[in-house]
């Protein structure tokens, strides 16, 4: 079920198992029937630890969304939630409580918290009344969720905000607790980089912990040999910029979530002739994506401009491989095919979806707009006229264009000309408020206090130099056999991912003088390992590296990674980690303050 | 070595031997007459307790303490009440049972640890016996009180008092009882006359020992094996039987001819035991009674203290102390006289090695010739390790040692185990030690349980000592014993706090595992705070060290070391304290001074006491943030006024924090909320909250142009942006004279394309064409084919001699179209 989690260089299932371990122990606790009251975010993470099956062994009957008020009828002796410690969540679970303590039922009430128990929730609860009530209360340390074979993340929404708007680093602290958690299943990581502020805070907060863990540490050779650390502020662009792989197009156009993407059902209902009654055509289309899809991890990563081709080429593959039942003579033949078969309609049900799903982008990718869009992001990323109005932008505002999309436009020419001048600045700012409605203010604030829009400081604009250095603008991207990692966004090349590259070879010595005009320090630190655990290497075996975004990281930028990965003569296999999986929008999103007007 | 079966006595198939462990280091006037004695097994401490000469009411009984080799540990009066009974627990610390059913808990050093009370209705009713014992659950009690009810206490260290069912007849005490632990319950089992009970929790059945007689009389003692397994019962008629304490089978039964009760009767039978037996003991007499109908005897001269231990009886009397146990098998093999088991053959081969005699190679060839080496070499490390005496040890293991020599394939972690073990052993069984440990016993209660006992009595250089020798590693080994040393040594009062900080942070260094603010918590319990404050900087987990901090009203650290730790967790919960403990100014002022618990506490606020916030923003004059404030209040506001006067005072913020463009921004906003409530009320238009395009936009549509005109000057919107807007309004209400009115009132900021693109939206053919001939060049291809107007946009292209415009053309061409095409072809022919 989660064989796709150890096929990488790094078996990520052990994590995956470790947590299901941990689980199926505190679900033991409670012995009896029980339910599970769940804060809502976090069913999405869990389904990619536990399914229902494994809950239901454990006596898991029912499951309810926490919400205030009553909780549901059920027959179980255990009530169990599941929650992030939250204040304004412990004032719902109390009242639930309440409820039931009126009713004199005899429940055991317990909590779980995930991803650590706070005492100021306890606190909290104690303030209530309803402390006592809980026979356990204790924590679920998931800090970092496999996503497929070589992605990690925490999920945690507001990472960015918390650590840029709000001097927030509580997704830091989870950070380096989540590492610390993974060196004792996969060995110290011996090497440690890093470049921002929120990474100097974490790589110190890891090595205080090791110090404070001494001597329990796991005889484990490391897997990782390398840690790096990377800020998303130090690469403010790269998630603004449009992402034109498959994987990070379905991202932009219908957003995945926890691995799973909606899709409109019209494309998908015509193939299913004898169970249309069953299918609601209205009901969206879910499909699950993950390495697993042999013919999704051969696509994903692609540009889209690569993937029709790739599409086709499989679509032979299949049909082919259909037509060997002609050549099966004898008996043997015939049983070998047959025992194929199941194997092959996966394939061709999994090659119907995502030629459905392509057809579905390929509409959206083919507008007028869509290639408008993305000519003015190019023209911004190799530096044409940023310092001025963009009159696209401005049609854009004229025509109502989502506000979303004109704050990821704006911000992007912010970035890429280190700020605009006041002039500049002002009209971009009034024409939004005015069209958009001055509550935006608020959202405007916030993202200059995030460096996304800034006035400019100097007259000096550091963006041509750094990419021209990192060769972050490559003009002849080749979409369908890639050579550099700039096919991602056909012509650019993430910034992050460059750095990453950089630092494997020829390192970041070379590179002195970029780095010194992103924010935040970089920096190396170097963990002991115990005696005996210092890997002998074999002559071309791969290094493995731990590549951490904090504050979040796209699928056009996991992509680029894994090119790099695959490439023969890197020498180097990376293991994303990140603390959100996001794309332009839900992090322009995550930003925002939209309050309402209660005026009448 | 050939009188090493000197003292083997047999008995039946087996043999018992009885080895001299210590000369007592004590000397005690009385020996141990008139003295409550507790002695603790697997070779633990010895408590006295011994009543004053003259019975007066100023006259208090004397408690000492002894290890087993009789090294005084601690004496003092005992000033409490009366005594009943003493008891160890699996922890060396020592019980004193009460009268009134007080328990009182001492160290091994004789310092006051707690105490609990055994119920409420004892203190009436008063103890009569009582009993402590052992089992897996730790340390119990049970009582026997007044009113002839047991009472029970499993673990004394999670107390939890059961009071057993009542006993039938049983009036003051039985005549013997004992406890049992069965099937994971705890039973007494008690006689009265010739009644035999068994209590549990719920019931009480009398019962009846298989193959005992009636005409064997009433019990009148009573004992129970180490391990729970078998009793031993002794009748007024002197008969003793044996069997298992389910009471299911016999093993036998004797008559021992003595009429008197036995003072003691210990079970003494090791594991593998060949024949359990029984040791009674009588004021001369000693007896060792097997299976077999024989018996041994000892005469003894002194009063003695039994002591039963895993694997035999330690015998404790003034002034020696000897274990009588039954000779293990192995020995018994190697040393039986004329044996002939390989392990005796190889002692003997390597003797005459020794002596550089051939004949050792005559003793290897036989036992080679058996193949029986391997088993030669086990029997002599495994009966190395039964050996006391050290030079049989040597012996043996040199054997041992010689023989490996011939074997190839020999795996030498026993031999190699045994010989540390040993070395350990013999340490600890020094007389200045006192631990008087077999093998065996060594090996059940394991080598963690060794330390934590040499710790509990202060041995910290040897438990290091044993700890690095044994490779232990230090989290579980040297650690611990630094971690009781540490507690220990802070409550050294003689010494200064620098002196005591300074000697645990050069000792205990950043041993790991080592917790700091475990010692620290240790020095403030004995009231020394500026020591647990200078131990608590040496905590490497500052999570640990901000509990205690809070305990010490030390906020203020607490709150800075909350922060060093990252958890943010903990920095609210140091917040959350502070607030409470302290005035509004100085919480504030405490706040300043660390950001990211200000930045926290802000974050709190926000959702949890927003006017707190205000408070926050306004000490720190962040005019800014406070502005915004404001901005985020108003929206909550229902009245249209108070909404203003919140902007106003967003205005004031927004210019303190020379933010202009926001100041200006809130203002527009103000002038916009105002203009749109008049026309609300003027002409009932439903525009208050709409955007500043939104509101241009209704205005348009409900035909109030020169309104929207006055909003598009008095805001200085864009020229484009209001143009656009205008169209679209035009268009949609098909206004097309008014748009192209619109069109000529001057030049369109927007060009022309966009009214020929508005147009086409509405279906509007006629019309758009109008607008294709003031499209600027560049874009008239474009506008061409927007109204799909082939020909045209063929005429632009060529004339402007642009290829892909032509390109763009011959894309949109039916094959129809072919006067066109080839004209187009032509001339993309001809600029080539």
């Not at chain 1, 889209?304 to 003579?329: D, M, T, Y």
């Not at chain 1, 970035?415 to 405007?444: A, S």
């Not at chain 2, 390989?342 to 058996?370: C, F, N, V």
């Amino acid at each position: 079920m989660a064989a796709h989690l150890s096929y990488g260089r790094v078996n990520l299932n052990i994590l995956r198992e470790a947590a299901r371990k941990e689980l199926r122990e505190f679900l033991d606790k409670c012995a009896g029937s029980k339910a599970i009251v769940w804060d809502e975010y976090l069913t999405g993470p869990f389904g990619l630890i536990a399914q229902y099956s494994l809950l239901k062994e454990h006596e898991v009957e029912k499951m309810f969304t926490l919400k205030s008020g009553r909780l549901p009828a059920a027959d179980v002796k255990n009530i169990i939630f599941f929650v992030r410690p939250r204040l304004e969540l412990m004032d719902i679970i109390a009242e639930n409580v309440f409820s039931e303590d009126k009713m004199h039922s005899s429940r055991d009430f317990h909590i779980l918290f995930v991803p650590r128990r706070s005492m100021l929730c306890e606190q909290r609860l104690k303030e209530q009344g309803v402390l006592a009530s809980f026979v356990n209360i204790d924590e679920y340390i998931l800090d970092l969720i496999p996503y497929d074979g070589d992605l990690l993340s925490m999920e945690y929404e507001s990472a960015f905000r918390e650590c840029y708007l709000e001097n927030d680093q509580t997704s830091l602290y989870h950070t380096a607790k989540g590492l610390m958690t993974l060196q004792a299943l996969y060995g110290t990581i011996p090497q440690i980089y890093g470049k921002g502020d929120c990474a100097r805070h974490v790589a110190n907060m890891m090595l205080r912990m090791k110090r404070e863990f001494a001597g329990s540490q796991n005889q484990i050779l490391p897997v990782f040999d390398t840690l790096l650390l990377l800020d998303r502020n130090v690469d403010l662009l790269t998630p603004l910029a449009t992402q034109l792989t498959y994987e990070g197009l379905i991202d932009e156009i219908y957003g995945i979530t926890n691995g799973y993407v909606k899709l409109p059902p019209e494309k998908f209902a015509q193939k299913k002739q004898g169970e249309a009654s069953k299918d609601l055509p209205t009901e969206s289309k879910k499909l699950q994506l993950n390495s697993a899809e042999e013919l999704y991890a051969e696509i994903r990563d692609k540009n889209f401009n690569a993937v029709g081709a790739a599409l086709s080429k499989k679509a032979k593959i299949i049909s082919a491989a259909f037509e060997e039942r002609h050549n099966a003579k004898t008996v043997g033949e015939i049983k070998q095919f047959v025992s194929q078969l199941p194997h092959m309609q996966a394939a061709r049900s999994s090659l119907a979806n995502h030629t459905s799903v392509a057809e579905l982008i390929k509409d959206i990718t083919t507008s007028e707009a869509f290639f408008d869009n993305l000519t003015v992001e190019q023209e911004f990323m190799t530096g044409v006229d940023t310092d001025k109005v963009n009159t696209y932008i401005e049609d854009c505002i004229a025509q109502k264009d989502p506000l979303i999309k004109i704050l990821r436009l704006v911000c992007m020419q912010s970035v890429c000309n280190n700020g605009f001048k006041q002039k500049v600045f002002d009209y971009y700012k009034r024409e939004i408020l005015q069209t958009y409605g001055y509550e935006h203010i608020l959202t405007l604030n916030n993202l200059e206090k995030a460096g996304l829009l800034k006035p400019q400081m100097s007259s000096r604009n550091n963006y041509p130099t750094i990419r021209k250095t990192l060769k972050l603008w490559m003009e002849d991207a080749n979409e369908q056999n890639p050579n550099d990692i700039s096919y991602v966004y056909s012509g650019y090349a993430p910034l992050s991912i460059r750095l990453t590259q950089v630092l494997a070879r020829p390192g970041w010595r070379s590179i002195e003088e970029v780095l010194k005009m992103l924010p935040g320090p970089h920096f190396e630190e170097r963990q002991q390992l115990p005696a005996g655990l210092h890997k002998k290497r074999q002559q071309g075996e791969n290094r493995t590296t731990l590549v951490f975004f904090l504050g979040g990281v796209s699928y056009a930028e996991i992509a680029a990674l894994r090119f790099l990965s695959q490439m023969e003569d890197s020498g180097m296999e990376y293991i994303i980690a990140t603390t959100k999986l996001l794309n332009g929008t839900t992090w322009i999103k995550s930003l925002m303050d939209r309050p309402e007007a209660q005026t009448s | 070595m050939a009188f090493i079966t000197a003292n083997w006595n047999p008995l039946g198939e087996a043999f018992y031997r009885k080895m001299e462990l210590y000369e007592m280091c004590w000397s005690l006037g009385d020996g141990l007459r008139d003295c409550l004695v507790a002695a603790a097994p697997y070779g633990g401490p010895i408590a006295l307790l011994r009543e004053p000469h003259r019975r007066s009411p100023s006259s208090r009984p004397q408690l000492e303490i002894y290890s087993a080799s009789g090294v005084a540990i601690a004496s003092f009066p005992w000033k409490s009440g009366p005594v009943v009974q003493l008891g160890w627990t699996v922890s060396d610390e020592l019980l004193f049972i009460q009268e009134d059913g007080s328990v009182l808990i001492y160290d091994v050093f004789g310092s006051f640890k707690r105490h609990f009370s055994m119920g409420q209705e004892v203190v009436q009713s008063q103890v009569l016996e009582a009993k402590v014992f052992h089992s897996p659950y730790g340390t119990g009690v049970a009582i026997v009180t007044g009113s002839s009810r047991f009472i029970l206490a499993t673990n004394i260290d999670d107390l939890k008092l059961r009071r057993l069912p009542e006993v039938p007849g049983l009036q003051g005490t039985p005549s013997c009882w004992v406890v049992l632990t069965q099937d994971r319950q705890t039973k007494v089992l008690l006689s009265n006359g010739p009644e035999l009970y068994i209590l549990d929790n719920t019931s009480c059945t009398a019962v009846c020992p298989p193959g005992l007689g009636p005409q064997a009389g009433s019990i009148v003692h009573m004992s129970v094996s180490f391990s729970y397994k078998y009793l031993a019962l002794f009748t007024d008629t002197g008969h003793l039987w044996t069997g298992s304490s389910h009471l299911q089978d016999k093993l036998i039964e004797v008559d021992t001819k003595k009429t008197t009760p036995p003072k003691q009767m210990v079970w003494c039978r090791r594991p593998k035991s060949q024949q359990p037996s029984v040791v009674l003991m009588w004021d001369k007499l000693l007896m060792v009674a097997g299976v077999c109908q024989d018996n041994i005897q000892f005469p003894i001269e002194d009063l003695c203290v039994l002591v039963g231990e895993l694997d035999g009886v330690r015998i404790i009397s003034s002034t020696n102390q000897e274990l009588l146990q039954e000779v293990p098998l192995v020995c018994q093999e190697i040393f039986k006289i004329a044996s002939m088991a390989p392990g005796a053959l190889l002692l003997e081969a390597h003797r005459e090695y020794e002596k550089s005699s051939q004949k050792a190679d005559e003793y290897l060839r036989e036992i080679k010739e058996q193949s029986m080496l391997g088993e030669a070499v086990r029997q002599c490390v495994e009966a190395a390790g039964h050996e006391y005496d050290s030079n049989t040890q040597k012996s043996l293991l040199r054997a041992a040692s010689f023989g490996k020599c011939f074997l190839t394939d020999f795996s030498p972690d026993p031999f190699v185990s045994t010989c540390r073990e040993l070395r350990v052993l013999n340490g600890v069984r020094e007389s200045s030690v006192g631990l008087p440990l077999t093998h065996t016993q060594f090996k059940q209660m394991t080598l963690q349980v060794l330390i934590d006992r040499l710790v509990y009595r202060q041995f910290y250089p040897l438990a290091i000592e044993i700890c690095r020798y044994l490779k232990i590693p230090d989290y579980q080994g040297v650690s611990r014993v630094l971690k009781h040393w540490a507690s220990c040594k802070v409550q050294q009062k003689d010494l200064t706090d620098e002196a005591i900080a300074r000697a645990v942070c050069v000792k205990v260094g950043d041993s790991p595992g080592v917790s700091y603010s475990h010692i620290a918590a240790k020095a403030y319990e004995c009231g020394r705070t500026e020591l647990a404050i200078k131990l608590l900087d040496f905590e490497a987990r500052s999570g640990e060290q901000v509990p205690l901090l809070l305990k010490m009203k030390r906020s203020q650290l607490a709150l800075s070391k909350a922060v060093e730790s990252g958890d943010t967790d903990l920095v609210y919960t140091v917040v959350t304290y502070l607030k409470n403990e302290m005035n509004r100014g100085d919480f504030f002022m405490t706040l300043r001074n660390q950001p990211v618990a200000l930045s926290l506490y802000r974050q709190f606020c926000k959702l949890q006491e927003q006017e707190t916030l205000k408070d926050l923003y306004n000490q720190d004059d962040d005019h800014q943030e406070l502005a915004n404030y404001h901005v985020t209040a108003s929206y909550r506001e229902k009245r249209l006024d108070s909404r203003l006067s919140l902007l106003q005072s967003a205005v004031d913020e927004y210019n303190k924090a020379k933010n202009e463009f926001s100041a200006k921004a809130t203002e527009d906003e103000m002038r916009l909320l105002r203009f749109q409530r008049k026309l609300d009320d003027e002409k009932g238009a439903g525009l208050l909250g709409l955007s500043l395009q939104a509101t241009m936009e209704a205005l348009l549509a409900l035909g109030l142009h020169k309104q929207a005109e006055q909003l598009y000057r008095d805001f200085k919107v864009p020229d484009k942006r209001y143009w656009w807007l205008k169209l679209k309004s035009l268009a949609e209400k098909e206004e097309w004279d008014e748009l192209e009115k619109f069109s000529k009132s001057k030049k369109s900021p927007i060009g022309y394309l966009a009214f020929v693109d508005v147009c086409m939206k509405s279906n509007n053919k006629y019309e758009a064409k109008k607008y294709v001939s003031k499209v600027t060049p560049e874009q008239r291809v474009k506008a061409h084919l927007a109204v799909s107007d082939l020909e045209g946009a063929a005429d632009a292209a060529i004339e402007r001699k642009n290829e892909s415009e032509m390109g763009a053309v011959l894309a949109r061409c039916s094959a129809s179209d072919h006067l066109l095409i080839d004209r187009l072809n032509r001339a993309a022919a001809a600029k080539k």
